[in-house]
């Protein structure tokens, strides 16, 4: 690809908010990219979604919310409905990359994380969704043990730079408004990780045999 041209990148997540606290810094560092941000949850919700476009247009990506359920009980969604949002939400073009959830999400546990990131997955093995390659969020918390923490043997492994860093927990605490005592503010990544494919089938063999650590 002629280095000229800007990548063109989708960002997929469940809730506003994942797309800073899980890639904020390669946004954050990389404002010439053409970015795209589908969020699945929230659109209705008067405090955050506004914040979300807000956040947005700090990390320079345009984008669009969906609002699957997200009550506290998280009952699971059927497959289906998840796909079909993302279908809708995402423009119908291809991407140099595209960017989401873990199957397992980024820690124990949010079903919500892991449905988004087994229906992106199904969707570019069926072909419905383009893109030359995707990456997962590659954090991990122990299981509960201490909070999430990029994996630092993940395929993409960036440090960011203090400036980054410090824009990035900007996002959280000021546009986002989370207190910083907050999950959101205290896990802030100083780095980034993600698991790395360019072959849709090999994706689908990592959700399909449940092996959700690979190198």
């Not at 970015?35 to 699945?40: E, M, Y």
Request: charged content about 25%.
């Amino acid at each position: 690809m002629n280095n000229k041209i800007p990548k063109s990148v989708a960002i997929i997540v469940a809730h506003p908010d994942d797309e800073t606290l899980w890639a904020g810094g390669i946004a954050l560092s990389h404002p010439s990219w053409r970015w795209f941000t589908v969020c699945l949850c929230r659109g209705s919700d008067k405090d955050r979604a506004p914040r979300f476009y807000k956040a947005l247009n700090i990390l320079k990506s345009e984008g669009i919310m969906g609002d699957l359920d997200d009550g506290p009980e998280q009952t699971p969604l059927d497959e289906k409905e998840v796909e079909g949002a993302i279908m809708q939400l995402l423009p119908p073009t291809h991407f140099d990359l595209i960017i989401t959830h873990n199957p397992s999400g980024e820690y124990t546990r949010n079903i919500r994380h892991e449905e988004v990131s087994k229906a992106v997955i199904k969707l570019w093995h069926a072909g419905k969704i383009s893109t030359n390659e995707l990456w997962t969020f590659a954090y991990e918390d122990g299981n509960k043990e201490y909070l999430p923490k990029p994996v630092e043997k993940a395929p993409v492994y960036r440090i960011l730079t203090k400036r980054i860093w410090l824009r990035k927990y900007s996002l959280l605490t000021e546009t986002y408004g989370f207190k910083k005592d907050s999950f959101e503010a205290e896990t802030t990544p100083k780095a980034e990780a993600f698991w790395q494919f360019t072959d849709p089938y090999q994706a689908f063999r990592w959700i399909k045999k449940g092996i959700l650590n690979v190198v």
